[in-house]
């Protein structure tokens, strides 16, 4: 199926006539009290011809989505939403056309096989085939230190301005939420004035059970920023810490330090965390780890920096192997490297949880993979090292590191002739965020891999969880070219560009 592509700055346009595919009820009754869909609808996971839609029901019901692009449309019967599941579920759609603008249409069925909701409406853009050129957002860190939605103060602004760059494609680097972070009805800001949120039942405490967790996905949809850019924008999702617990790895087990937990045992508050994070987003197969292959242009890898890592240590571990210096863990480190050899993308852009170069401490351990040591490779560093060299042995070029975690944003380029270790070709990672979360920074840079600052905004000395109206809210953009070209600008709260770079292929960045 094929039809004239929609433009990508087009708006979604009224009704859908579509066609069925497969068998639809015979009779449907609209007088009768609908199920209702109060959180609306997303894509996710999105490729050439397929894509995941989210969406959410009051009740028990059958998910149904239509799609229409040009002349091809469709519908998918999916799945039977109820308790077990928070009453929210994920429809696959297949045989799209490739770099269309798709638009969609949920709807769930009642029990009774006859009553349906209102619909909700949905836009999203498959991967091109062909060389036409891409726009890519990305960022992280959304509703964070207890800023939630304050109306009066714009509520979740950045989304706002990134819908406003009309992107093919958005990349969430984690802390979708902070189920640690309580959303108060007030906050007491600096300049003597009151921060005033938005408040829902479930949200006024840290999380631990299965619905507390639920309840802060459903918060941020609340904002009509937040809501209206997901239901326009596909969202590739990966997750930190902020998903569970500030700074967590598996094992660990909460100490006098953190009194807000009756559940003191984090695999417990990780597997709720993971069910609420799966169910409350798109994501197509079993791992967080996966690859999004966006067309002829870019591969997007996704890790997952949380799951396999060992305890948070000095990070000074002389060993290369052993539980305390992993944080991809071996299978997910093999597939990293397999994966990016691999690769016919001309551009490899990898989605990290958490900056590679910045030290990043948790107390007297370390959260990230630098130590601060000024030496070799210790620690998690070992596992980097090993996929860098292995990277520059089989010849892969064009890779891109994105993230977010630290709450500012910044480019460094990674310089193997400044390195400590450097059996590595250059790279560049690039760091942006918070989306809308307390403003911090700058952590100090690790010399191991030889990281370089080319740019940097942040807080100034002794500031720190400034609000999100201080301005201090960025996120990044990535274009590329037909040529091939990569593009990238760092923007702030309002779509500003504070600075850009361009990046020809098949160089030594």
């Known amino acids: 199926m094929s039809g004239a592509p929609i433009g990508r700055r087009g708006?979604?346009?009224?009704?859908?006539?579509?066609?069925?595919?497969?068998?639809?009820?015979?009779?449907?009754?609209?007088?009768?009290?609908r199920p209702l869909i109060p959180e609306g609808a997303l894509a996710g996971d999105v490729g050439e011809d397929s894509a995941l839609i989210w969406s959410r029901c009051d009740r028990q019901a059958t998910m149904v989505v239509e799609w229409s692009a040009g002349s091809a449309r469709g519908r998918v019967y999916g799945p039977s939403v109820g308790p077990a599941s928070d009453f929210a579920g994920t429809t696959m759609l297949r045989d799209l056309p490739a770099g269309a603008a798709v638009e969609y249409r949920v709807r769930f069925l009642a029990e009774d096989g006859r009553t349906r909701s209102a619909p909700v409406e949905g836009l999203l853009r498959t991967a091109p085939v062909g060389g036409q050129p891409l726009r890519i957002l990305w960022s992280g860190d959304t509703c964070g230190q207890g800023y939630g939605i304050d109306a009066a103060r714009g509520g979740l602004q950045t989304y706002a301005a990134m819908l406003a760059r009309a992107p093919d494609l958005f990349v969430h680097c984690g802390d979708l939420i902070y189920a640690d972070n309580p959303i108060p009805a007030t906050i007491k800001l600096a300049?003597?004035?009151?921060?005033?949120?938005?408040?829902?039942?479930?949200?006024?405490?840290?999380?631990?059970?299965?619905d507390e967790f639920r309840a802060a996905y459903r918060y941020n949809l609340l904002d009509e920023h937040y809501a209206r850019f997901h239901r326009?924008?596909?969202?590739?999702?990966?997750?930190?810490?902020?998903?569970?617990?500030?700074?967590?790895?598996?094992?660990e087990i909460l100490g006098d330090d953190e009194p807000r937990y009756q559940?003191?045992?984090?695999?417990?508050?990780?597997?709720?965390?993971?069910?609420a994070f799966r169910e409350h987003t798109a994501i197509a197969g079993e791992t967080i780890h996966r690859v999004i292959r966006y067309g002829p242009l870019c591969d997007l890898f996704v890790l997952d920096m949380r799951s396999f890592r060992g305890p948070n240590t000095a990070g000074l571990e002389e060993a290369p192997e052993g539980p305390t210096s992993a944080i991809l863990g071996a299978d997910q480190a093999r597939w990293l490297a397999d994966g990016l050899a691999s690769s016919k993308a001309l551009w490899k852009l990898v989605i990290a949880d958490m900056p590679l170069g910045l030290v990043v401490?948790?107390?007297?351990?370390?959260?990230a993979?630098?130590?601060?040591?000024?030496?070799?490779?210790?620690g998690r560093e070992h596992e980097l090292a090993r996929l860098l060299a292995e990277l520059k042995a089989r010849g892969v070029a064009?890779?891109?590191?994105?993230?977010?975690?630290?709450?500012?944003?910044?480019?460094?380029?990674?310089?193997?002739?400044?390195?400590?270790?450097?059996?590595?070709?250059?790279?560049?990672e690039f760091v942006s965020g918070p989306l809308h979360a307390g403003t911090f920074g700058p952590s100090p840079l690790d010399p191991t891999f030889g990281p370089e600052l080319r740019f940097i905004k942040a807080p100034a000395p002794g500031e720190a969880n400034l609000p999100p109206t201080a301005g201090l809210q960025f996120f990044g953009e990535l274009e590329i070219s037909a040529g091939g070209v990569l593009s990238v600008t760092l923007r702030d709260r309002e779509g500003a560009s504070l600075w850009s770079i361009d990046l020809p292929p098949d160089e030594r960045l």
Not at 233 to 251: M, Q, R, S
Not at 361 to 367: L, Q, V
Not at 369 to 378: I, S
């Open 11 to 33: 708006i979604l346009g009224g009704g859908l006539a579509l066609a069925a595919c497969g068998r639809a009820p015979a009779f449907i009754r609209r007088d009768a009290a």
């Open 398 to 428: 064009n890779v891109v590191w994105l993230t977010a975690d630290v709450h500012y944003t910044a480019a460094h380029r990674y310089d193997p002739t400044r390195a400590i270790f450097g059996d590595f070709d250059p790279f560049w």
């Open 369 to 378: 993979v630098a130590n601060g040591d000024a030496g070799p490779p210790r």
């Open 191 to 210: 300049d003597g004035t009151e921060w005033r949120n938005q408040t829902m039942a479930g949200r006024e405490k840290v999380a631990e059970t299965i």
């Open 361 to 367: 401490a948790d107390g007297a351990a370390i959260e």
């Open 263 to 275: 559940v003191r045992e984090v695999d417990v508050l990780a597997a709720r965390g993971r069910q």
């Open 232 to 251: 326009t924008v596909a969202t590739i999702f990966a997750w930190d810490d902020h998903e569970v617990l500030n700074n967590w790895y598996p094992g």
